[in-house]
């Protein structure tokens, strides 16, 4: 059954690749069909618990397994890729595509099912390829394929991390490189093999200081952000830093690491989704903030938390990056201020992208709210600095989706936009109830069952702790509003009167969260990408200087040695006349010369 999982994707898509324009007309429908075939198949293979192993290499089986983690994750993933791909259905009949995006979801299905360092490696360079190369699918357009480049490299330079981790687990003695058996590693091997799967992880996962090439990433197609954002490549590093908890927490220095990383990547990133004027851009920075909070969950020991986490933000994100996607097809336009009462023209557009944006933000009774409190409530357990900064990051989710809420309902005059296909809108009702539902596993009640699945016993959130979150959340959801439409609206009165938090929200949560993350922004652009940029120029500036110096004196010599045999050749070709008296005479000669050399050795 775990084979046939992994293989059905995988097989129909480097079917469809192979075949090309050939099969552009059946590649929807085939994309579909594998897809559900997929979800039946991850169903029953998180019900049946499979396991797997084939021999490798000497003393080192390759093994894939289900457990109750992979259980909650494969069944994620493949329903992610059924409404992904029926969305796609509407808008693109590629073979390429269809094929890439399930050899995409077959890569993810055996990244969360490995069992070993062997296994995962192979995955997870053959997400980074697809990746590469669905960000950069309108390849024929400069940015699109400059983006899937930085992308690539990016992700690439921190996945060395995993080589060095592997090398490290081999030194080690960790026998068949087992994840399970990372912890046991001998001496520093084991702090070696953690820092190497925690830069590789940070580094898929975009957190600080990599973030920048997520919004990159944006330049592909709606679809593609929607599977990578939510259920694969950027959720496989806050994943794998889940499954290799243990690790963290046997180092005593990695756990610190990771929940900082998140901690500090949720609060920031947030920052930033709040002054972006791109819708795709806000829910970029907006992915780079919640997956903080599940690597945050990562370094407290929240198994449990992150992983609810992992699977509503899913939802939640596959959902919003859709309806984004789908504004774009109607309206041409990702632009927020070209956007602005997108969600009135297309109420239904309009009611499903709210539950989702109001999910994100973690307004009860939506499902990341429940989520987001375990996280939190597991990081009050380990240091209450974390809890703080955390609490700070939900605060800034409310206003990043306050500000863009209030632009999509503001009044708007009508205008020319093209009509939707069935197959675009057909998922999102399905998404957004998930958005809306999934939480409630995670109550005080059901919470308790979730973590009997996952394997982590983890502190419960009580009512209390709930309601400081919706709180916090609701806060900054209506702060952000009331400024947003009270900005565009020229104060008009309505506002004013908003729970009396207009002249307060103003003050102290939207003006100060829009001018940090303003600044960060900057800080973006100008330090990172410049930094990227500096790099790339320095690599080029040594390019030139190689040519003009290095390769010029190369070839200097390489000339010269042509010249010298040249000249040689012409040397030794001029006693070849053909005159019989004339060879006898040089070998008389050549007799002579070494006769007198041998005298004068003997002399000596």
């Known amino acids: 059954m775990l084979w046939f999982l992994v293989a059905v994707p995988l097989v129909a898509g480097a079917s469809l690749l192979v075949a090309g324009h050939a099969a552009d007309r059946v590649a929807a429908l085939l ?36 457990d109750g983690l992979s259980a909650v994750l494969v069944v994620t993933v493949a329903a ?89 687990a081999l030194a080690g003695g960790v026998g068949g490189l087992s994840l399970a058996g990372l912890p046991g590693a001998a001496g520093g091997w084991r702090d070696a093999i953690a820092a190497g799967l925690v830069l590789a992880a ?29 259920a694969t490549m950027v959720a496989a590093g806050a994943y794998l830093l889940l499954r290799i908890e243990p690790l963290l927490a046997a180092t005593g220095w990695a756990a610190t690491v990771v929940a900082w990383a998140g901690a500090i990547t949720a609060l920031a990133l947030g920052a930033v989704a709040v002054a972006q004027r791109d819708l795709k851009q806000v829910l970029a920075a907006s992915t780079c903030s919640q997956i903080g909070f599940m690597v945050l969950a990562a370094g407290v020991s929240g198994v449990a938390a992150g992983t609810g986490q ?109 009509p939707l296909s069935a197959l675009l809108l057909g998922p ?59 900005r565009s609206l020229a104060g008009t009165a309505v506002l004013a009167g908003w729970f009396g938090l207009e002249g307060f929200a103003r003050r102290f949560v939207a003006v100060p969260a829009l001018r940090f993350g303003t600044a960060l922004a900057r800080f973006d652009d100008r330090v990172v990408d410049g930094g990227v940029r500096a790099a790339a120029a320095t690599g080029a500036a040594l390019g030139r200087l190689a040519d003009t110096r290095i390769e010029w004196s190369v070839d200097g010599v390489v000339r010269g040695v042509a010249r010298a045999t040249a000249a040689l050749g012409r040397l030794a070709s001029r006693p070849q006349t053909g005159r019989l008296h004339q060879y006898y005479a040089q070998a008389a000669v050549g007799l002579g010369v070494l006769a007198i050399l041998l005298i004068i050795l003997n002399v000596r």
Do not use: N
């Open 31 to 66: 994309g579909v069909t594998v897809a559900a075939v997929t979800g039946v198949l991850a169903i029953v293979a998180a019900v049946t618990r499979p396991a797997v192993s084939v021999p490798l290499l000497a003393g080192m089986p390759a093994g894939l397994a289900v």
């Open 202 to 230: 940070v580094g898929k996962s975009a957190q600080l200081p990599f973030s920048f090439w997520l919004s990159r990433a944006m330049d592909g197609p709606s679809p593609v952000s929607a599977l990578l954002h939510s």
């Open 310 to 418: 992992l699977v509503a933000h899913a939802a939640t994100k596959s959902l919003l990056f859709l309806v984004a996607g789908a504004w774009l097809i109607a309206l041409d336009t990702r632009d927020l201020e070209r956007l602005r009462g997108a969600a009135r023209r297309f109420p239904f557009l309009g009611t499903v992208f709210t539950i989702g944006a109001l999910a994100l933000a973690g307004v009860p009774p939506l499902s990341i709210w429940v989520t987001k409190d375990a996280v939190l409530t597991a990081a009050l357990a380990d240091s209450p600095a974390l809890y703080a900064v955390g609490l700070a990051a939900a605060l800034v989710s409310g206003a990043y989706v306050g500000r863009v809420l209030a632009i999509l309902w503001l009044p708007a005059e009508p205008g020319p936009g093209r």
């Open 80 to 168: 992610v890729l059924i409404a992904v791909l029926v969305f796609a259905a509407g808008e693109f009949g590629s073979a390429r595509f269809h094929g890439l995006m399930l050899v995409f979801a077959a890569a993810m299905l055996v990244t969360v099912t490995a069992r070993d360092l062997v296994v995962l490696l192979m995955a997870w360079e053959v997400m980074g390829a697809c990746s590469y190369a669905l960000i950069g699918f309108h390849w024929r357009e400069r940015r699109p394929a400059v983006s899937g480049a930085v992308a690539f490299l990016t992700t690439r330079a921190a996945d060395l991390g995993m080589y060095f981790a592997a090398g490290a």
């Open 428 to 486: 999102l009702p399905v998404l957004a109830a998930a958005a809306a539902l999934l939480g409630l596993g995670g109550l005080p009640g059901p919470r308790r069952s979730f973590e009997g699945l996952v394997g982590s016993a983890e502190p419960a959130s009580g009512w209390a702790e709930l309601l400081v979150s919706g709180v916090i959340a609701i806060a900054g959801v209506l702060a952000a509003a009331a400024w947003t439409r009270s």
